[in-house]
């Protein structure tokens, strides 16, 4: 998935950077700038893939972070 299909899958699903950075304990900007490309995060996406029901790797299938699986609560 690209960064606005991301997006707009969050938004279709009532769920905001707001609320991911909330779960994840960080600030929104980082949550944008993971969405965006700028920085990798794997806790973050791990987040983001939960919230969409879909796995991580899917949304991000070059991502070789995948290893670490740590989901924010």
């Given at each position: 998935m ?7 899958e969050?938004i ?5 950077q707001?609320?991911?950075a909330?779960r ?7 949550v ?16 983001i ?12 299938p ?6 670490n699986?740590l989901?924010?609560?």
């Amino acid at each position: 998935m690209n960064p606005n299909e991301i997006k707009s899958e969050l938004i279709k699903l009532g769920i905001s950077q707001k609320e991911i950075a909330r779960r994840c304990g960080v600030a929104t900007s980082t949550v944008n700038q993971v969405l965006s490309g700028i920085r990798v995060s794997a806790k973050i996406r791990t987040e983001i893939a939960s919230a969409i029901g879909k796995p991580a790797n899917e949304i991000w299938p070059d991502d070789v972070t995948q290893a670490n699986k740590l989901a924010c609560n």
